[in-house]
């Protein structure tokens, strides 16, 4: 079930190189969207999370997914979870991961890198994120693809400052003169 996120919070961002969670996990490109709980978001992916448990359990996908609850194995939930990380108090969140590397736009959907210093963790992104039912060897879990991300506006960075760009800095004239 394909979700759109709009002006929602980002944290955690490994959407230009991917990252093992731990050792000897495979790398994924990562983000988690925070959003306050009457965000439309919200909804929107409990309904997602809804037909995606009903899509592969048939008959039994309300205990199932009370379960999957239970056991905390879904991609949305209470910022309280992290209530010692900036931003998350009183939010919901999802977190959403992939093997390939997600598309990454600007406000004008033009293709962003790492250098262009945006998105970054604390601003305002849309996003769109793909829910789905897991039942394999791993287990039962509702999780969260993640296909792309758009900067939309910035934010307070969570790591206390916005990345320098090269017009911030000043010109150095060259010099022998060391000290």
Not at 18 to 36: N, Q, Y
């Amino acid at each position: 079930m394909i979700v759109k996120l709009k002006n929602v919070r980002l944290a955690f961002p490994s959407i230009f190189a991917a990252k093992a969670m731990k050792p000897g996990d495979e790398p994924r490109f990562s983000a988690t969207f925070i959003f306050a709980p009457d965000h439309p978001a919200h909804q929107e992916i409990k309904d997602a999370i809804l037909q995606a448990a009903k899509d592969k359990w048939a008959g039994k996908w309300e205990e199932t997914l009370k379960a999957i609850k239970a056991k905390g194995d879904i991609c949305l939930r209470d910022g309280a979870e992290k209530a010692d990380f900036d931003g998350f108090d009183g939010k919901m969140f999802v977190s959403a991961s992939t093997k390939t590397q997600p598309a990454v736009v600007d406000r004008d959907r033009t293709s962003l890198t790492l250098a262009d210093g945006r998105p970054y963790g604390g601003c305002q992104v849309n996003a769109i994120i793909d829910i789905w039912a897991q039942d394999n060897g791993f287990g039962k879990r509702i999780n969260a693809s993640l296909s792309g991300v758009q900067f939309f506006a910035d934010g307070d960075s969570f790591g206390g400052a916005r990345p320098a760009r090269a017009e911030d800095f000043d010109a150095v004239e060259e010099t022998s003169d060391i000290f």
